[in-house]
């Protein structure tokens, strides 16, 4: 860890806190805990995915239906589970210069949405944020809410993740991407132990959509938002995020329901660094 940072760390297996600690300071005067704020960055991502399973489960869209059934968008159109598996590719509104000269002050979906290109048909299973923009902007439309709303109905609430937010956490630059820029795909601030409780409902199929092994994982992301692969021997599924000054990984094994989020206020874009260190601690934790 760099100097005057911090990170969090959770580890869970059957639904059970086995370690929930932090380390450094989130902020001057404010020591890092398992409970501190931290921005998630990507792992909004299979949040709002599981939001789009859970509105799926209530009848409100397929994920098999085209995102032009909700928005204006042209031919050819993804589908919503082709953008939650980032099979476009579609170009990152992230590179625009609108959003780079303009990400430290609000702005609004129908912004986001003009920045995104349409889709030429082409199946690069690229990973985009335009992807979660997309799918955000659905959830919005078939629930008739704001997709904070949604979230904090479809998930917080029920994974009882208390402690997450749109809100930015204490000891952000002023120079701070916005949340309302990152939205669907990165806007959710969180807590270690908030995230584990929601990887927890996922591996319990608390949302009732269906076990995490069980869904398709041909295209590498499954349609909960999360990556597939072999670790060590065991199908685990991963996310990992960086935004600003806050990097996050988070990992969990359905075949004995255990799972470790790591969360930092320090960004050094590697992810391959936060796995090592991630796995190390299950290795010891649980004896995987």
């Known amino acids: 860890m760099p100097g005057s940072s911090a990170c969090s760390i959770s580890v869970s297996q059957h639904g059970q806190a086995v370690l929930e600690k932090g380390r450094g300071q989130i902020a001057?005067?404010?020591a890092a805990s398992g409970d501190s704020r931290y921005r998630i960055a990507s792992l909004t991502k299979p949040i709002t995915a599981s939001a789009v399973l859970v509105s799926e489960q209530a009848g409100r869209l397929q994920r098999g239906d085209k995102v032009n059934r909700f928005l204006a968008y042209p031919e050819p159109a993804p589908t919503i589970d082709e953008l939650i598996k980032h099979i476009p590719g579609?170009?990152?509104?992230?590179?625009?210069?609108?959003?780079?000269?303009g990400r430290t002050s609000p702005t609004t979906v129908e912004t986001l949405l003009a920045l995104i290109q349409p889709w030429d048909g082409v199946r690069r299973h690229?990973?985009?944020?335009?992807?979660?923009?997309?799918?955000?902007?659905?959830?919005?439309?078939?629930?008739?809410?704001?997709?904070?709303?949604?979230?904090?109905?479809?998930?917080?609430?029920?994974?009882?993740m208390s402690h997450s937010s749109f809100m930015l956490p204490p000891g952000s630059f002023p120079s701070s991407t916005h949340p309302s820029w990152v939205y669907a795909a990165g806007g959710v601030t969180s807590t270690a132990a908030d995230m584990n409780r929601f990887n927890q409902a996922l591996l319990s199929n608390l949302f009732g959509f269906g076990a995490v092994e069980s869904f398709d994982r041909s295209a590498g992301v499954t349609s909960f938002g999360m990556g597939s692969g072999v670790k060590n021997g065991d199908l685990g599924f991963t996310h990992a995020g960086g935004l600003d000054n806050y990097s996050s990984f988070s990992i969990m094994f359905p075949a004995d329901r255990s799972s470790v989020v790591l969360l930092c206020n320090?960004?050094?874009?590697?992810?391959?660094?936060?796995?090592?260190?991630?796995?190390g601690i299950r290795s010891i934790l649980l004896g995987q």
């Open 126 to 160: 690229q990973y985009s944020n335009s992807h979660a923009i997309l799918s955000g902007a659905v959830l919005q439309k078939v629930n008739g809410l704001p997709y904070e709303d949604v979230v904090q109905r479809d998930i917080f609430g029920p994974s009882g």
């Open 90 to 101: 579609l170009p990152n509104y992230l590179e625009t210069p609108a959003y780079q000269s």
């Open 28 to 30: 001057p005067g404010l």
């Open 266 to 279: 320090f960004n050094d874009n590697n992810p391959d660094r936060l796995f090592n260190f991630v796995m």
